[in-house]
């Protein structure tokens, strides 16, 4: 008869097992919508962008759901269409990510993303995404006027990112130009893992939509935001703030030659437990405030020293 550590050890080695296997499973579905420009230079734009960043996505595989709905296809109807259909072929585990791209409007009471035909409310939008069954949503409004969007977006599970802090800041943005160019810039993954979390993504378009309008010597009619928390938008994702925890965890960006779904089942443990040290030590910082100096130097080394030696098993 097995002892209750040896049946102990065997449930948890199960529990990582499954966890490899629901990762492995999990599906990417994203979303980008280019709205009307107005102008014919602001459509061109808006359509090139979406197109760079569907090249981008694509990179991620013939595994990711793409869709792209662009100028005169960007309809509220089309919209409707595309989210409904999506939610009959998501599951839970999988993740969602909508892009908005083009112009935005505030009346001082909502928000609106400007498409052909009637606009379409950031309240309808979060209706839309509240009925998909995923767990894990991204939100990326990179137009003007975004910030005023957050209020009706945010919830918990959801990460919201927009490209301005309020819907007073009505200037078309540089924004989405910077966020494609995060997925070609090697210096984007600060991890050096291969892949970009959206938090890696947030960090580099913020910091260089900053820099542009330093450099041009001009008044920054834009500020990105960032929330993964359900609360209110904070223009830096820190600890001290509570804010990037979900958003270092959720990946925009897995080449396929990053990601071995083939390994054996032993290394598929290893891979699994190294993601959830990962994700604890993620967790540990973001507690720190509430422990003393001592517990938290000690339970971080814990953790660095078992990463470490699972690292280890993994390179063998």
């Known amino acids: 008869m097995a002892s209750a550590t040896q049946v102990g050890c065997r449930l948890k080695v199960l529990a990582l097992l499954l966890a490899a296997a629901i990762g492995a499973n999990a599906t990417s579905y994203f979303v980008t919508i280019a709205g009307l420009g107005g102008e014919p230079e602001y459509d061109s734009q808006f359509a090139?962008?979406?197109a760079?960043?569907?090249?981008?996505l694509e990179k991620n595989g013939p595994a990711a759901h793409i869709v792209t709905l662009s100028g005169l296809a960007a309809t509220r109807d089309n919209i409707r269409k595309t989210l409904a259909r999506l939610a009959?072929?998501?599951q839970p585990n999988d993740r969602f990510a909508l892009f908005l791209?083009?112009?935005g409007s505030f009346d001082g009471a909502e928000y609106k993303f400007n498409i052909p035909g009637l606009d379409i409310s950031a309240a309808e939008l979060a209706s839309l995404m509240n009925r998909l069954p995923v767990e894990r949503q991204l939100v990326v409004n990179m137009t003007s006027c975004s910030g005023a969007s957050t209020p009706a977006l945010a919830r918990k599970g959801r990460i919201?990112?927009?490209a301005t802090k309020s819907g007073t800041e009505k200037n078309a943005t540089v924004f989405p130009r910077y966020w494609i160019d995060a997925f070609r810039d090697p210096a984007a993954d600060t991890d050096k893992n291969g892949a970009l979390s959206t938090l890696e993504l947030y960090r580099y378009t913020a910091a260089k939509t900053t820099a542009y309008f330093e450099s041009e010597k001009l008044l920054a009619t834009e500020h990105p935001t960032i929330t993964d928390s359900g609360a209110t938008a904070a223009r830096e994702a820190k600890p001290e703030n509570g804010q990037g925890l979900l958003a270092a965890r959720f990946p925009i960006l897995e080449p396929e030659q990053e990601v071995d779904r083939n390994v054996a089942p032993g290394k598929q443990v290893l891979v699994s437990k190294k993601e959830d040290l990962e994700a604890r030590i993620d967790r540990l910082?973001?507690?720190k405030a509430a422990?003393?100096?001592?517990?938290?130097?000690r339970q971080l080394s814990a953790l660095l020293l078992e990463l470490a030696q699972t690292q280890a098993e993994i390179d063998r």
Do not use: N, R
């Open 160 to 162: 919201v990112i927009t």
């Open 88 to 90: 009959t072929e998501m």
């Open 52 to 56: 760079d960043l569907q090249h981008e």
């Open 291 to 297: 422990l003393s100096p001592e517990d938290y130097k």
């Open 48 to 50: 090139k962008w979406a």
């Open 101 to 103: 791209i083009g112009h």
């Open 285 to 287: 910082k973001y507690q």
